[in-house]
């Protein structure tokens, strides 16, 4: 998450990936979001807060299919918008279905931050997408959110991670992280003969398998330690002083929505 960044479009092309960087609020540009356009396929659509800039964007690609790797709305946010002015084919989790179908409830500084998610109609994933030069396998992620998907393309070693990946050493979650589900995920992958990873924050990451492990480790002795330390008898917040004891910036720009408090618990839920 680069800081201090204008608020325009980027584009770069790694390969035949076609990056789209922006930041998801035109006004804080804080946060940005990369997206990924190959082939006719986009991966992630960006927030509907960035409708005027992306519109125009998605309308100049010949996008054939628009793959959503999770239902947040700075990932899905302009899905509504290409159901209605585009004729493309719409994959999401099956998972994400019944969420897609409402409009999003978010806090109001959420809906400040990224816009609102209104409703739209994804199809569930199939076993593979083809594209005319590619293939890419859905493979079923949770931690980040349960309704996670990652792409993989075995003939690169490329995989698209949307937010799985992002740091390799967070200290703050979302109350809906899983500690056990991103390591039991992370582990999964290894089976996966990937290299590079596109990450929905940080962008391409050329060392992406090795940047993964060393997060599944991190998470891992995070996880032994606080769940020692509350077997122990510790409470969370002296757990969380003790191993997280500096403020977080994303905790606080978040108003608590990212949390080491979540973190400390999410370990402690699967106990
Ligand atoms: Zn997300």
Not at 30 to 57: A, C, N, Q, V, W
Not at 196 to 214: D, L, S
Request: net charge positive; hydrophobic share 35%.
């Amino acid at each position: 998450m680069a800081l201090g960044m204008s608020n325009k479009i980027k584009k770069s092309n790694y390969d035949q990936v076609e990056i789209i960087n922006i930041p998801v609020n035109p006004y804080i540009p804080l946060i940005s979001i990369y997206l990924y356009y190959i082939d006719g396929m986009l991966i992630d659509t960006g927030p509907s807060k960035r409708r005027k800039r992306l519109g125009p964007l998605f309308r100049s690609r010949e996008v054939e299919r628009v793959a959503i790797t999770h239902y947040h709305e700075d990932h899905s946010g302009m899905a509504s918008w290409i159901g209605q002015h585009m004729n493309v084919e719409i994959f999401a989790h099956e998972k994400t279905i019944p969420i897609a179908r409402e409009t999003a409830k978010v806090p109001w500084y959420q809906e400040l931050y990224t816009g609102r998610r209104l409703p739209f109609t994804p199809k569930a994933y199939p076993n593979v997408i083809e594209t005319s030069k590619y293939r890419f396998y859905p493979i079923e992620t949770p931690g980040h959110t349960m309704d996670h998907t990652c792409l993989f393309e075995p003939h690169h070693g490329w995989l698209f991670t949307g937010d799985l990946y992002i740091t390799p050493y967070p200290k703050v979650f979302l109350q809906e992280e899983s500690m056990d589900a991103y390591i039991e995920t992370l582990h999964k992958l290894n089976r996966f003969d990937y290299r590079t990873v596109f990450c929905a924050h940080e962008g391409v990451i050329r060392n992406g398998k090795e940047m993964m492990n060393r997060k599944r480790e991190y998470l891992e002795r995070t996880r032994e330690q606080v769940v020692h330390m509350h077997r122990m008898g510790w409470k969370d917040e002296t757990i969380m002083k003790k191993l997280f004891p500096d403020k977080v910036k994303l905790e606080q720009r978040s108003f608590g929505t990212f949390s080491r408090l979540n973190m400390i618990r999410s370990c402690i839920r699967g106990q």
